[in-house]
Structure formats: structure tokens, C-alpha cells
């Protein structure tokens, strides 16, 4: 598994003797092959933050539906104020996204793409709403065993 640090945030307490800082780390991680996982960890330090975030991704990873290098259909997701539109792109596009989506796309082993965001532009909303659309994906066979029918 890869693992990709999105976004450190920092926080500071103040106290007697100056500024106390904590920080957050949201990390994906995924296998290039239709596995992805987020994550969020947070510590007094950096590195400590990125480690439980990575192994909280490990606890939260699922699989996707892929159509060779791009996604089976369309699809829309919301997370809070933030919605994200994925549309399969013709072989030789690239995963034509913003510097958060991209790497939940890349980690997931997805090449050509095409995103929309609207709303919210927040980190850590933008990755939830495309690990939503991600889990939202169905191949022409999943749908068809679901109903019960023959392709």
C-alpha cells in the first residue's frame, strides 16, 4: 500500500510559557489496483500525527468498481457543504482533479477521470465526498446479479 499526506493542519494552545502546537494529518492510502482508505491522525508531533493517520486508513480501506483505467459510470456525492462530480474519461485523458482528489483517484488505481467540485472546497470534506462516490460505483454485472437479471 502507498500512502499519499494530504493536508497537515496545526494547531496552538496558548499557555504560560508561549505557544503549545498539535497537529493533524489527513492521509490516503491505496494499492493502485481498486483499494483506497482515508484516514485522520492527530499528535504532538508531525510524524506521529502521519502514522496513526496511516494506520487509521488501514483499519478504513474498501474496494472499488473499476472499468479498466476509469470508473464505470457517472456519479455525484455530497459531504457537508462539498460535492463532487466524477465522469469516466477515454483512455489517454489523466485523472483531470484538484491537488485533493487526485491522489484518493491515483491511490485507487483510477487513470483517466474527469471532476467537478462545487461547494465547499475543505480538505478533508472533498475526500470523504469522493470516497463516497467511490463506494457508490457498480459495474453492468453488479447491478445485474442485484436485479436478479442475465446481461
Do not use: W
Request: proline share 4%; aromatic share 4%; hydrophobic share 40%.
Amino acid at each position: 500500500m502507498e500512502d499519499h499526506v494530504v493536508k497537515i493542519y496545526r494547531c496552538a494552545k496558548v499557555v504560560k510559557g508561549g505557544r503549545r502546537f498539535r497537529f493533524a494529518a489527513l492521509v490516503i492510502i491505496g494499492d493502485r489496483n481498486g483499494t483506497v482508505g482515508i484516514g485522520y491522525g492527530k499528535a504532538n508531533e508531525v510524524p506521529s500525527a502521519v502514522d496513526k493517520g496511516i494506520k487509521n486508513a488501514h483499519k478504513q480501506t474498501f474496494k472499488i468498481s473499476l472499468k479498466g483505467h476509469t470508473i464505470p459510470h457517472r456519479v455525484e456525492s455530497r459531504y457537508g457543504a462539498s460535492k463532487v462530480i466524477l465522469v469516466p474519461a477515454s483512455e489517454g485523458t489523466g485523472v483531470i482533479a484538484g491537488v485533493h482528489l487526485r491522489p484518493l483517484l491515483e491511490l485507487a488505481g483510477i487513470r483517466n477521470v474527469l471532476t467537478k467540485a462545487h461547494g465547499s472546497t475543505n480538505p478533508k470534506n472533498m475526500v470523504q465526498a469522493g470516497a463516497v462516490a467511490l463506494r457508490r460505483l457498480r459495474t453492468p454485472e453488479k447491478v445485474a446479479e442485484l436485479r436478479g437479471v442475465t446481461l
